[in-house]
């Protein structure tokens, strides 16, 4: 990235706007609270709070790099656009009908999500492609004609086009669009071959349709904020950080707004991969904890784990298929009902549950004493010393441990016969354990060993639980930087620009076609740079390859990386023994005497990111200065012990502490059990790791 | 033994439930199956000393719940726990002490904790292919039905039986698939194991008693208080469906008793000739799985948790077929036994389960092969190929809710993408979309089912192999709900089909079909006419059925398709 200059990252999150203004090496951040109405209005608000702190004017800014989550909530809250489908005759039903399966065995109430469009919302096509790109019904120009008249009537604003086998063939897809330009020419239209150029026709046309539904909503808040910005003297470009973990131009993002859908939390596992980078940390385990879920990502060689597909809006406890797949490269995250306003209770089998519902923030934790009844995670946290009654969020919020204890009594302890702090303890130990699955579950199907990584742990609740969560994954050391309240905003300011062009094309390796191959990645080399080269006229580009492969008749598809070489002289030998590797790490070993076949090819271009500065090695030195004691519970020796109470502002490079020990500051609590320490480093992170005589619970 | 904590054994139950998740997780990630990859037919267990079940993972398939808990006694028994070495690993597709056919087969794993023995891993998949007839209704015994691999050791401490391979890699038609599902089932364990040692690593446990007596003795209390809250009675249940050549009457009897409910299936339908005869343990794994949705839905599975419903059937009744009885299909009627004992349970407590639904999954497989009547040009690059497509028709109308449109109930399986398919192999479908008015009329209405039009490229004829019920005997409505539609499947040029068997369709045709609707609850009289009115917007019902069912009056009917036509909101 060329002359940086002042920049600012801002995040819309669902309850707070986050900003950061990084004025040469310096960040300045800052909360306001989100204003739906009118989402720029804090943005505005934000921006001369923190430019004033800084010292700086908003025209000085050269670059605003905007990630949120107004995608993300216009589609769980279902408050798109006017939005019509055009689909092939006899597949007007596909995103209702979805696998056909229910997402929870036993309950005979179910409810289905329902489909983003209504049945009568989605129109048909007489027309047919094959799964090669064959016309087996051509589409009849008139019919579409006449289509379109409809749709004038009925004063759709937005149109998603999808059509069966559209990803090896587009020229239906572009046949009705030409003439809804004709017809209509005031309504936004969006092609799923060009929006998701992947096989699978529920998950592309309802990725299509998502990005039509919230297209003329996002296009228009872009505007607005453009204009407001400018208004306000930030006259500089803005781009938008996509899900992918990159960041796009405004044009681009307001023509495929649903690749806007979770760039906060994205932005957080690019903030966790910088931090990565900075200490030469090739693995990984980014560990967000927020008031109502958790995140986890797996980071290699500061690369962040992607995906090309996920789920969204999901409607039953978190549950893998109560949602809507969307599928659009992605950050690999694993999202789990786990936060500090997570609340517990005991069900028929006498077990601990927690989550995902959660206290919020009205009214809250029962420790808040704002009528909250029910005990949450926070609440467990205080009765076992986590946290400071008197000191929390900076002193603001008073805590009160009485509520705590009868909340924990009542719910959980009448039923178990378990006091208090006993309750407290089962409460922590399962939540930390459900975080711990999740990691565990998302590590075996990456084919990874956790044991070999180091976490690095931010948000509001992550640093109270990590030190627990490392001794169940087995991970000796866990980064906890600074700034953690705002990581998604830092993310964004460390994101390159980005953009990653998908396309499905079988190919087995008996079928391997070379000159195919490099005219395949030839394309989507094209396509992904021209988004890339739209941020940045100037900067170098760079492009990673992949391909996904299977053994025919597998379902399931891996990732393998192709290097430069593999890219410009494909040969079908070397993918082979490149997917054989890849399957057998995965796997434990390959199957002899399979076909293989190439299923969709991937091109992610980007910027080079700027250098990285290594962080200087500290000396251990003195000892934090202890400016208080406290009854810290230790689940390792499942017993209370007594712990130091140490400033993180004193926490200066060097300075190290020994568990138990509690380090406080404003936005948060560190907990050091006793089987670790924790020692400052030179960029104020502070490092966690299990005490060197291997001492363990 | 180390005494532990009331938070720990809360942690390791948590934990074993995730133990047995990963484990099912690693065989659909590396099954070569369609069934098991696509659909998740496919289950993973973990059991104690005993042969006990502690922990079982949700899948796609409630046909394995029951089975699989007793598999691992058969293994004992047949095997012998002195003869258990560490590095075994045991298999078999015995329907009667697996899972009901010959397709699935179910890998068992003695788990040994430093050169102790403490509990067993299991796991089961239903494989490509097992040789015999292939998969369908048309076998006369279990003979012709396929390959029998009694209980028998596959891995021998670490040596895996080579003559068991070659006889499997003889015997199958897709021997590198087949095969390589039985490492997958093996690796599966495997990866169950690994995690379990961990455990007991990390709590300084000896053997599984401790958490296992923690595990079955709350779930025996859980499922005891659900049971024993119910008013007691008996009520008995029937449902009439099309069999294969006559119709197959089921008949149930359910009590509600201090600690246990009772279901006992006197008086149904003998054996029939071909292969919907049904195991007994796959009548059991369905009519308990029924009782539990019903009473207990939020009890794991384990041996506790289940031995409280007592099912039982006469012998060489279509419900507890004995060897060599041909069971190929017997998930057509298995699945047709959850809307039985909701006859009955209906009696017992209303106000609680739907009314009948389309039942079984309406499957069926094609085989490709170059067309004897095509051209020779039409004809070139023609191939051979198996394709197994499974698609659902609509569930029953709930007393508050309607019906599920196109979605599988009981079984839980998931039907392949269209695009996926016809990347498969010569197969286009034409069609697949809701079928309008087949969700019976109903106060909540059935759910619908789906019209799918098949045929192959250019080239190619097919046969197909058909397992659809519900031709003459479509979905009763509860209380006053209309019937759902039947099955109906006929060739292009409207040549007559039969729901269950192998037939041929030549060159050039196409084969339609409607799957079946699920049937409606309670009086349509009652319906909400907002309902109606949405109904009628979306083409979920006609106007025609809008006027016979629902007295809407012709001018209601145009003001709401007036509505549609300006896309304003109904």
């Known amino acids: 990235m060329t002359s940086p200059g002042n920049r600012l990252g801002v995040d819309i999150g669902g309850t707070f706007t986050d900003i950061v203004l990084e004025a040469g090496d310096r960040l300045t951040s800052t909360k306001v609270l989100t204003t739906y109405s009118a989402p720029e209005t804090a943005i505005i608000e934000g921006m001369h709070k923190v430019c004033a702190e800084a010292g ?62 209504r049945r009568e919302q989605r129109y048909v096509v007489d027309e047919r492609i094959d799964a090669r790109g064959g016309v087996l019904v051509p589409i009849d120009r008139s019919e579409v004609e006449k289509l379109a008249d409809a749709l004038a009537d009925a004063n759709y604003e937005s149109i998603a086009v999808g059509l069966l086998h559209s990803y090896v063939n587009d020229s239906h897809e572009r046949l009705i669009r030409d003439i809804l330009a004709e017809r209509l020419p005031d309504v ?96 990984v385990l980014s560990f967000d904890m927020g008031g109502t879920t958790a995140k986890i990502c797996l980071i290699k060689n500061s690369t962040p784990k992607t995906a090309r597909v996920f789920e969204v809006a999901r409607t039953y406890r978190f549950k893998k298929g109560s949602g809507m797949p969307i599928s659009i490269p992605v950050i690999d995250m694993v999202e789990i009902g786990a936060g500090g306003g997570s609340l517990a209770h005991v069900d028929a089998m006498n077990q601990i549950r927690v989550g995902p519902e959660s206290a919020g923030s009205e009214p809250g934790p029962a420790c808040y004493g704002q009528g909250g009844d029910k005990p949450a995670v926070t609440d467990a946290d205080l009765v076992l010393g986590k946290l400071d009654p008197d000191n929390f969020a900076g002193g603001s919020i008073a805590l009160h441990p009485d509520a705590s204890d009868k909340a924990l009594v009542t719910h959980l302890g009448a039923r178990l016969n378990m006091p208090a702090l006993e309750a407290a303890w089962g409460l922590a130990e399962v939540v930390d354990e459900n975080m711990a699955n999740a990691a565990r579950v998302h590590a075996v199907e990456n084919g990874e060993d956790l044991s070999e990584y180091t976490m690095i742990a931010f948000g509001g609740a992550a640093p109270l639980h990590a030190a627990r969560l490392c001794d169940k994954l087995g991970i000796d050391r866990c980064l906890i930087p600074e700034g953690a309240g705002v990581g998604s905003a830092i993310g964004f300011l460390r994101a390159p620009f980005s ?199 | 033994m180390k005494k532990h904590s009331n938070v720990a054994y809360q942690v390791m139950w948590n934990r074993l439930i995730s133990v047995v998740e990963e484990q099912a997780l690693a065989l659909v990630r590396t099954a070569f199956s369609t069934s098991v990859r696509e659909a998740g037919d496919l289950s993973a267990g973990l059991y104690n000393a005993d042969g006990d079940m502690l922990a079982q993972a949700v899948t796609g398939t409630p046909g394995h719940v029951n089975a699989m808990a007793a598999a691992v006694k058969h293994f004992m028994r047949r095997i012998g726990v002195e003869n258990m070495l560490e590095g075994d690993v045991y298999i078999t597709n015995d329907p009667w002490e697996g899972t009901g056919h010959l397709h699935d087969l179910t890998v068992v794993s003695p788990s040994f904790f430093n050169g102790e023995f403490v509990g067993f891993f299991a796991c089961t998949a239903h494989v490509v292919d097992i040789g015999g007839r292939g998969f369908g209704v048309d076998a006369n015994s279990v003979y012709e039905e396929g390959l029998y691999i009694p209980i028998m050791k596959f891995i021998d401490a670490g040596v895996v039986n080579e003559t068991l391979v070659n006889i499997v890699r003889g015997n199958v038609r897709e021997p590198d698939q087949v095969v390589g599902d039985i490492y997958s089932l093996s690796t599966c364990n495997e990866v169950g194991h690994r995690r379990l040692v961990a455990m007991m690593e990390e709590f300084s446990l000896s053997d599984l008693g401790g958490i296992s007596d923690f595990i079955l003795e709350n779930s025996r209390k859980a499922t005891l208080e659900r049971i024993n809250a119910l008013a007691r009675g008996e009520a008995t249940g029937h449902m009439r469906i099309d069999g294969y050549d006559e119709p197959v009457d089921l008949h149930v009897k359910i009590s509600i008793e201090q600690d246990r409910i009772v279901c006992d299936w006197d008086g149904t339908s003998g054996i029939s000739r071909k292969g ?112 197994l497509v499974f698609n659902s028709g609509g569930s029953g109308a709930r007393p508050g809710l309607d019906g599920m449109n196109a979605t599988a109930f009981p079984s839980g399986v998931m039907t392949m993408p269209v695009e996926a398919t016809e990347q498969v192999g010569p197969v286009i479908i034409w069609r697949k979309e809701l079928r309008p008015d087949s969700g019976g009329a109903g106060r909540t209405r059935g759910g619908l089912g789906q019209y799918l039009d098949v045929g192959v490229t250019t080239g190619h004829e097919f046969d197909i192999s058909a397992m659809f019920d519900r031709v003459d005997h479509p979905a009763r409505g509860r209380r006053g709900g209309h019937n759902g539609g039947p099955t109906t499947i006929e060739q292009d040029d409207a040549t007559a089909m039969k729901g269950k068997g192998r037939q041929f369709v030549p060159h050039g045709r196409f084969v339609r079909m409607a799957l079946p609707g699920g049937a409606g609850y309670g009086s349509p009289a009652d319906r909400d006419p907002a309902l109606v009115r949405q109904d009628l917007a979306g083409g979920y019902i006609s106007a025609d059925e809008a006027r016979q069912h629902y007295a809407m009056t012709d001018a209601e009917i145009n003001a709401v398709l007036e509505k549609v036509r300006r896309g304003e909101p109904v």
Request: proline fraction near 6%; hydrophobic fraction near 40%; charge should be negative.
């Open chain 1, 56 to 117: 700086v004017a908003p025209s000085s800014i050269s670059q605003i790099i905007h990630g949120t989550t107004l995608a993300t909530n216009a589609l769980i809250e279902r408050r798109g656009a006017k939005t019509a489908l055009i689909t092939t005759k006899g597949f007007r039903d596909v995103i209702e009908m979805r696998t056909e399966s229910r997402f929870e065995q036993y309950d005979l109430n179910l409810r289905l999500p329902d489909p983003l469009l």
């Open chain 1, 188 to 283: 936004m239209v969006s092609l799923s071959s060009e929006v998701s150029p992947q096989m699978r026709e529920y998950e592309r046309f309802n990725t299509t349709i998502a990005n039509a539904y919230i297209k003329p909503l996002m296009k228009n808040y872009l505007r607005r904020l453009n204009g407001s910005l400018s208004k306000e003297g930030a006259d500089c470009p803005v781009f938008l950080m996509h899900s992918g973990g990159g960041i796009i131009s405004l044009e681009s993002a307001a023509e495929f707004p649903v690749r806007l859908v979770e760039s906060g939390p994205a932005g957080g596992a690019v903030f966790a991969a910088s931090i990565a980078a900075r200490h030469g940390l090739d693995k």
């Open chain 1, 499 to 697: 953009f990653e062009a998908n396309r499905s094309v079988f190919m087995t390796i008996d079928d391997f076609n070379a000159p195919r191959v490099q005219s395949l990645f030839k394309d989507l080399n094209r396509e992904a740079e021209a988004f890339v080269r739209n941020c940045d006229a100037s900067s170098k580009i760079s492009a990673d390859h992949k391909v996904y492969m299977r053994y025919a008749g597998q379902g399931w598809e891996i990732p393998v990386d192709l290097t430069d070489a593999e890219v410009r002289n494909p040969d079908a030998d070397v993918y082979l023994k490149r997917f054989e590797d890849e399957y057998a790490k995965l796997f434990g070993r390959s199957v002899d005497g399979m076909q293989a076949e190439i299923t969709v090819w991937s091109v992610n271009a980007y910027t080079s990111p700027a250098p990285v500065e290594p962080v200087d090695a500290v000396k251990r030195g003195d000892s934090a200065p202890v400016i208080g004691a406290r009854a810290l519970f230790d689940p390792g020796l499942s017993d209370v012990v007594d712990a130091t109470v140490v400033g993180r502002a004193d926490m200066h490079p060097g300075v190290v502490a020994k568990g138990p020990c509690v380090i406080t500051e404003d936005e948060t609590t560190v907990v050091v059990p006793t089987n670790r320490g924790v020692t400052a480093l030179a960029d104020a992170c502070l490092d966690l790791s299990l005490n060197t005589d291997g001492a363990s619970s």
């Open chain 2, 276 to 387: 919907i005869n049904v195991p007994h343990i796959y009548t059991k794994a369905y009519a308990c799985y029924a009782l539990k949705c019903a009473i207990a839905p939020d009890i794991p599975n384990n041996a506790a948790s289940l031995a409280p419903f007592e099912v039982s059937a006469p012998e060489n009744s279509i419900l507890n077929a004995l060897h060599p009885a041909p069971v190929a299909i017997r998930h057509v009627i298995g699945h047709m036994l959850p809307d039985t004992v909701y006859d009955a349970l209906d009696k017992l407590l209303p106000d609680l389960v739907p009314a009948e639904g389309a039942g079984s999954l309406c499957n069926f497989q094609i085989s490709v092969r170059p067309g004897v009547d095509a051209t020779e040009e039409e004809r070139e690059g023609a191939i051979r190929a198996e394709v």
